[in-house]
């Protein structure tokens, strides 16, 4: 009885986490406008979002940010890492719990803060403000995915390159750098999802002249019921879940 | 390899990221910080003075808006931890082998796509024109469109709906520690279900409980997007009164102030629960 009790309590809780997910993708494919019958297959809206040039330009630009953001991130992030792990320093603690006090702080605090300094410094809105802001949110994400990963690093690898006697250039390109890169690799697709999902702090520290698509989808949202938006958001998902599948293969088959 | 020598490759790593952390995340805190302590006496004096904190306690629509924000996200909170609890512990204690990593993995899934698309699909589901109000006329429970959308129920349930995986993570990660032998120990003892549960499962998942509603607080209550796409008129949240300030209204000023205080009531409250827990932020965040 408890048993027969707790599998359907499970069941109806993960029914309702796939249940909105699942409805997006459904009626991606609905032609119909209204919400809820059922007009047939179709794919009217991923046409007309195509057909929607400012769309496509909205999507290249998230995409040019996202990809620039987990970059610049990565290369820091991946410091960052290293030496919090090789490392033993005062300060250490610090620095740890700063990155858990940026990631945990209310995202709208960052954005105000950021967007006053922007304009106070005069750097316009737009791109560059963007890949800022981006960057420095994704940052204590990226770290502590990297560190995550380098913990299970053995240290007496490279050692052992040297005692073999590899110069430090050989021992960072056939021991270190196969070690972290599926950690680096899974960082900045963290980042590049991260920034990609991002609408708080965009809305914030975005300009008129590069406009992205998670902002677009919010202002369509924000006006009411558009079928596109079941498009665009069917895409963002596939989008998300193939690139953190990716991650996922990366580290998997880098453990064997 | 030499001491100094080593020194200077630790700072030459931790540099940019040091840097990075400076310019663009302690300079415009400590900004927003002066900001908010200044008064525009005019349109070009400003002087020092806590203006718009005491509008903060003066003015009830900023007060009550955040008591509210607070009480609620506590509310969605606690809703979340009675959700994800049975879950967690489903995952961790009853589900075996290939099902338990299957089970925790379809946990996570839902939260790879963006808070933007998760919240949208509540509102195909909740709205007038939506499914569920659709699957109540088809039953013949209801006989026109019902409008579940826009009030505060649609906002909890969406933010719990967002709170759950950083609820059934570490309550996951506690409860497989536990040893089942203690349980069986607790019954043996001639424990009911609800005494084994009170003095032996919850203080041994206290680090994950604790660690888990810190999560989902500080989340819900510096939520943005739900409340505003999920909730009614006047179903304000704190955030709205920050994006009103700074945006709409031009007030800076009033903004940061509301901003400082957001940051400081949160790391208060969960200091608070902190204490009244008796855990420690270092054990709690592993």
């Known amino acids: ?256 | 390899m030499n001491r100094q020598v080593s020194r200077l490759s630790l700072w030459l790593l931790l540099a940019p990221f040091l840097l990075w952390i400076l310019l663009l995340v302690l300079v415009p805190h400590l900004q927003m910080l002066r900001v908010s302590f200044q008064v525009r006496e005019s349109w070009d004096t400003l002087e020092w003075g806590l203006s718009q904190y005491r509008n903060f306690f003066t003015e009830s629509y900023y007060w009550r808006t955040f008591v509210r924000t607070g009480v609620m996200s506590l509310f969605t909170t606690f809703l979340t931890l009675l959700v994800a609890f049975p879950v967690a512990w489903y995952i961790a204690k009853l589900a075996r082998g290939r099902s338990k990593g299957f089970l925790f993995l379809a946990c996570l899934i839902p939260f790879w796509a963006s808070e933007l698309v998760r919240t949208y699909g509540w509102m195909i589901l909740l709205r007038e024109s939506g499914v569920f109000s659709a699957a109540l006329q088809a039953l013949g429970w209801a006989d026109g469109p019902v409008e579940m959308l826009y009030n505060d129920i649609a906002v909890i349930v969406g933010l719990v709906y967002n709170g759950l995986l950083f609820m059934v993570v570490p309550l996951v990660t506690t409860l497989e520690g536990m040893d089942d032998t203690l349980v069986e120990a607790g019954y043996d003892l001639g424990g009911g279900h609800l005494t084994v549960l009170r003095e032996v499962v919850v203080p041994w998942a206290m680090p994950g409980i604790v660690s888990g509603c810190i999560v989902v607080f500080m989340l819900t209550l510096g939520s943005y997007l739900t409340p505003i796409l999920m909730g009614g008129k006047d179903s304000a949240w704190f955030t709205q009164q920050i994006f009103t300030q700074f945006i709409t209204r031009f007030n800076w000023e009033q903004g940061a102030a509301l901003g400082v205080l957001l940051l400081v009531l949160s790391s208060l409250m969960v200091w608070l629960g902190l204490r009244l827990t008796g855990q420690s932020l270092r054990k709690v965040m592993g």
């Open chain 1, 1 to 256: 009885m408890t048993r027969w009790l707790s599998r359907a309590y499970l069941a109806s809780v993960y029914l309702l986490l796939y249940l909105p997910i699942v409805v997006l993708v459904v009626f991606s494919f609905n032609d119909s406008r209204t919400g809820y019958a059922w007009g047939g297959l179709s794919l009217r809206w991923y046409q007309s979002l195509f057909n929607n040039h400012a769309m496509v330009q909205a999507m290249w630009n998230s995409l040019w940010l996202a990809l620039s953001a987990a970059t610049v991130s990565t290369l820091i992030g991946a410091l960052t890492a290293l030496a919090l792990h090789r490392y033993r320093f005062r300060g250490k603690k610090v620095l740890n719990g700063m990155l858990f006090v940026v990631m945990m702080s209310p995202e709208i605090v960052l954005a105000i803060s950021l967007l006053a300094l922007f304009l106070l410094v005069g750097i316009q809105l737009g791109y560059v403000s963007l890949l800022l802001a981006h960057v420095t949110f994704c940052l204590p994400f990226v770290v502590i995915t990297v560190m995550a990963r380098l913990s299970g690093f053995d240290e007496r690898l490279p050692e052992a390159a040297r005692d073999l006697g590899a110069s430090d250039f050989t021992m960072t390109r056939t021991v270190l750098i196969p070690v972290i890169m599926p950690a680096l690799m899974a960082g900045w697709l963290l980042g590049f999802t991260l920034s990609l999902d991002d609408v708080v702090v965009s809305t914030f520290v975005s300009g008129p002249s590069y406009e992205i698509l998670p902002l677009r989808i919010y202002s369509m949202v924000r006006v009411g019921l558009k079928p596109e938006v079941n498009a665009v958001g069917t895409l963002l998902l596939v989008f998300s879940l193939v690139m953190l599948m990716l991650s996922q293969w990366i580290l998997t088959r880098s453990k064997r």
